[in-house]
């Protein structure tokens, strides 16, 4: 019996929004992989990206995979990145900043964006977007994404520098801050808009509303310095 073509073969999309378990220190220390949930994730096939909180997105190619672990560096400047290679991992870490994993319908490409507030700031998910509908000629209204668990308005206060650039940018995008109190930022809402400005719909949009801050199970680095990490995957894989 003749075997089909790898591009006949029936591809998902894998999307896992991290908790505080597993963590990012646990999985570091794994040599060749790590369970998650029912599925066995192996090092050699994850990506992870610097995370210098910019806004460059890199598009990954097969001698990517395995970024970030062992003796091999993370991609470097870069908060995103994008694949469409099946069986190749995105690995996006978080402890107060807001992952967002793209997912596409027909599956042809998938990202993972790391987006605090210098990244939501300079719209690193409008970029995503751009990318996937450039390079693989994915519309918006194709798109699912998924809004991880970060820091709530109520314990994201700033100085008054900090606090008027980011509300000056981000209404020169036409997104409108929501005000919860003096200095407070909502890194969950601007994004939100900003996925909507993109074209995205509203119910292709889903959340985790938990703060890491308030909730038993995150990591906050804005609670207690934290050097551990929420890990946030996303990846095509054959079904």
């Known amino acids: 019996m003749k075997t089909p073509s790898p591009a006949l073969v029936p591809i998902t999309s ?17 040599h060749d992989g790590f369970q998650l949930g029912d599925k066995w994730l192996c090092t050699r096939n994850i990506v992870r990206c610097e995370q210098v909180h910019g806004n460059h997105i890199h ?7 395995g970024a970030g672990f062992g003796s091999k560096p993370p991609i470097p400047l870069a908060d995103g990145i994008i694949t469409s290679i099946p069986g190749q991992y995105l690995l996006i870490r978080t402890a107060d900043c807001a992952p967002i994993l793209f997912t596409d319908i027909q599956h042809r490409a998938v990202a993972a964006v790391h987006s605090g507030r210098e990244g939501t700031r300079k719209n690193i998910v409008g970029k995503a977007v751009q990318l996937l509908t450039q390079h693989f000629a994915i519309q918006p209204q194709e798109l699912h994404c998924y809004i991880g668990a970060c820091v709530c308005a109520r314990h994201y206060e700033v100085s008054t520098a900090i606090y008027d650039e980011f509300v000056a940018d981000m209404r020169a995008m036409g997104i409108t801050p929501a005000y919860k109190g003096e200095r407070l930022l909502d890194l969950r809402n601007c994004i939100f808009q900003q996925l909507l400005a993109c074209g995205i719909p509203f119910r292709n949009i889903d959340q985790d509303h938990s703060c890491t801050f308030e909730s038993e199970g995150y990591f906050s680095y804005r609670q207690d310095g934290t050097s551990n990490r929420q890990i946030n995957i996303v990846g095509l894989e054959y079904e």
């Open 14 to 30: 894998f999307v896992h929004l991290g908790t505080g378990s597993p963590d990012y220190q646990s999985i570091l220390h794994a």
């Open 59 to 65: 598009l990954c190619n097969p001698d990517d995979s």
